[in-house]
């Protein structure tokens, strides 16, 4: 089994608001694919939020490209850093 530490640590900081209409409030999902790993970042129904996290992709098919999925109705933002 592999350790959360080895391989790629990437740091994922995110914010997002004016999340739905009318008040209410919509769904907000983040995740971080990587050659077929989905690492889900964020899973919610807000209005606004966000935070700092770190995210472990399996990197053992040696494919170090990374695609940011993001559902929401309002304005986000995203930031990821490769930490090593």
């Known amino acids: ?3 959360r530490r080895e391989g790629a640590q990437l740091e994922v900081t995110y914010s ?4 739905g209409s009318d008040g209410l409030p919509s769904h ?3 995740a971080i694919n990587s050659g077929g790993d ?3 970042v964020a899973d ?3 209005l ?5 996290t770190m995210v472990y992709p399996n990197t053992s098919t040696g494919d170090t490209t990374y695609h940011v999925e993001v559902q929401a109705s309002g304005r986000w933002s995203v930031t990821v850093t490769k930490v090593s």
């Open 1 to 3: 089994m592999r350790s």
């Open 16 to 19: 997002f608001r004016g999340n």
């Open 38 to 40: 989905i690492n889900l």
């Open 28 to 30: 907000f999902s983040l």
């Open 48 to 52: 606004s939020g966000g935070t700092t």
């Open 44 to 46: 919610t129904v807000a």
